[in-house]
């Protein structure tokens, strides 16, 4: 136990460090923002493209702001729940390096793994339910599971995009930064300004990217997800894929 306490204090050490938990604070403003203004992009993408197929729909600005506090909600309950997780799987980890020293890393690698295991599994979850609860105006909870039923018909073709979307981001993003170094380098103020612009114009077309996705795979000619026909019919008189 000796043994490895300087590593558990070198730990703790870190972790108390002023500068790493301004940037995890900020870190985790920064998502929590950017899934609030998912809200009213997505939604004013899907009235968009109801308005190409003749459908005339208006939305009030008190909408756009429950659509941003919607989005957020469900964003902090995901972060909430990878946070009880992990809070829950230090208690074996701790109980190892406790008593058996030996393992303790073998039991955190394991933990590690189930956490991102996890993490990811309810990432898609928290994706489709995203779009269920600002389309289809339900509520959080019935969302969730109709996130859960619809990743489980369509887990092959959630992940094939997700990964697509992950990989396309990873490109342009190496591509802004590119032109950022190549072509405005000296100029601190532009180059700021451009690569805010094209993050900002790539996060609207992610967004639309997704909500298209998840119109195609809402259509798809497969068993429609128990409860999502009943829901739409009477909690979204539009519809969630309607268009």
């Given at each position: 136990?000796?043994s490895?306490?300087?590593?558990v204090?070198?730990w703790?050490s870190?972790?108390?460090?002023p500068?790493?938990l301004l940037?995890l604070?900020l870190?985790?403003?920064?998502t929590?923002?950017q899934a609030a203004?998912?809200?009213?992009?997505?939604?004013?993408?899907?009235?968009?493209l109801k308005k190409t197929?003749g459908q005339k729909e208006?939305i009030?600005?008190l909408?756009?702001a429950?659509t941003a506090?919607?989005?957020?909600t469900?964003e902090l309950?995901?972060?909430?729940?990878?946070l009880?997780i992990?809070?829950?799987?230090?208690l074996?980890?701790?109980?190892?390096?406790?008593f058996?020293?030996?393992?303790?890393?073998?039991?955190?690698k394991l933990g590690?793994?189930?956490l991102?295991?996890?993490?990811?599994?309810l990432y898609?979850?928290?994706?489709?339910a995203?779009f269920y609860?600002?389309l289809g105006?339900?509520?959080?909870?019935?969302a969730?599971?109709?996130?859960?039923?619809l990743?489980?018909?369509?887990?092959?073709l959630?992940?094939?995009f997700?990964?697509?979307?992950?990989?396309?981001?990873?490109?342009?993003?190496?591509?802004i930064n590119?032109?950022?170094?190549?072509?405005?380098t000296?100029h601190?103020?532009?180059?700021?300004?451009?690569?805010t612009?094209?993050?900002?114009?790539y996060?609207?077309?992610d967004?639309?990217?997704?909500?298209m996705?998840?119109?195609?795979?809402g259509?798809l000619?497969?068993e429609?997800?128990p409860?999502?026909v009943?829901?739409?019919?009477?909690e979204?008189?539009?519809g969630?894929?309607?268009?």
């Open positions: 136990v000796l490895n306490t300087p590593d204090i070198n703790l870190l972790m108390s460090q500068e790493l940037s604070a870190l985790f403003l920064v929590l923002g203004l998912r809200g009213p992009i997505i939604v004013s993408a899907n009235l968009s197929t208006k009030s600005g909408e756009l429950r506090l919607v989005a957020g469900i309950l995901y972060m909430g729940t990878l009880l992990a809070l829950i799987l230090t074996p980890c701790f109980l190892a390096w406790r058996n020293p030996t393992v303790s890393p073998v039991i955190i590690v793994l189930l991102l295991a996890l993490g990811v599994y898609f979850v928290k994706e489709l995203c609860a600002l105006k339900t509520r959080i909870s019935t969730v599971d109709l996130g859960f039923r990743y489980r018909q369509y887990a092959f959630t992940m094939l997700i990964f697509y979307a992950s990989l396309l981001a990873f490109f342009v993003t190496l591509l590119s032109i950022t170094n190549t072509l405005i000296n601190s103020g532009l180059s700021s300004g451009f690569i612009l094209a993050c900002g114009a996060f609207v077309f967004q639309i990217l997704r909500l996705f998840f119109r195609t795979i259509t000619p497969k429609p997800v409860g999502a009943t829901l739409q019919q009477n979204s008189p539009t969630i894929i309607s268009g």
